[in-house]
């Protein structure tokens, strides 16, 4: 996953949140929210799929959330507390995030994304990412059953059936698998894929390697106006 390069400014929230300080709006906003709140950190939907599948389309709506138009606020308020909250910028040329991580561990495996968060480093499993300039909704990074990208790809799913819901192959390069939303205005989707095997194919100039097998392991979606570098590598 291409998130690199966290803040050491980052902030784990703790105990009712009255520790986190604020080092940006975006995070006084989820703190003020948080105030008093004794939640389930894990958040409601996020972590699982027992609560219904969280619809991610391409038209920027993450179940209620819209990328380029929702706050911080309005993150917690539909997914619960995050676990952690931490400033960070991937490059230059893109603008500087908020994460909000949730279902996070100070160790990595396989139900979390392999790139730290905050200091010390912590591994979520969904993380939604504010633009610090437009202080909006921008990106979403997740390893959870709980999204579901439409037409109907959820982690987990072999990669054969996601391709013949979206009609194309999930191929090898800078990353494993395909875009979802092609030719979007507002949102890069992308579902990624782990395990089968390569091969170069050459039905196009130049060729092409392609992953035969394996299965979905996360997807992630970036702003097309606003990106925040959540797929950059």
């Not at 996953?1 to 975006?26: E, L, N």
């Not at 991937?90 to 995030?97: A, F, I, P, Q």
């Not at 979403?140 to 059953?145: E, I, R, W």
């Not at 194309?168 to 875009?179: L, P, Y």
């Amino acid at each position: 996953m291409a998130v690199v390069g966290s803040s050491p400014r980052s902030a784990r929230c703790r105990s009712g949140w009255a520790r986190c300080v604020g080092f940006a709006a975006i995070a006084l906003a989820v703190v003020a929210l948080a105030a008093g709140c004794g939640s389930n950190s894990t958040g409601r939907g996020v972590s699982g799929a027992d609560s219904g599948a969280i619809e991610v389309t391409a038209s920027g709506r993450i179940g209620p959330l819209r990328i380029n138009r929702s706050t911080a606020s309005a993150v917690a308020a539909v997914t619960g507390i995050p676990d952690l909250v931490s400033p960070g910028h991937v490059v230059s040329g893109y603008s500087r995030y908020v994460a909000l991580g949730y279902a996070c561990s100070g160790k990595v495996d396989r139900n979390r994304f392999p790139f730290p968060l905050g200091r010390p480093p912590r591994y979520c499993e969904t993380v939604f990412f504010v633009n610090q300039e437009t202080k909006r909704l921008a990106g979403l990074a997740t390893v959870s059953p709980a999204f579901e990208l439409s037409p109907g790809i959820k982690v987990g799913m072999s990669a054969s059936q996601a391709e013949r819901l979206v009609h194309k192959r999930a191929e090898s390069g800078c990353w494993r698998g395909f875009e979802v939303s092609v030719g979007s205005d507002e949102t890069s989707i992308w579902a990624n894929v782990e395990g089968g095997h390569e091969v170069l194919r050459r039905e196009r100039e130049g060729g092409a390697l392609v992953i035969l097998g394996g299965y979905i392991s996360s997807i992630s979606v970036d702003s097309s106006r606003h990106p925040v570098g959540v797929q950059f590598c």
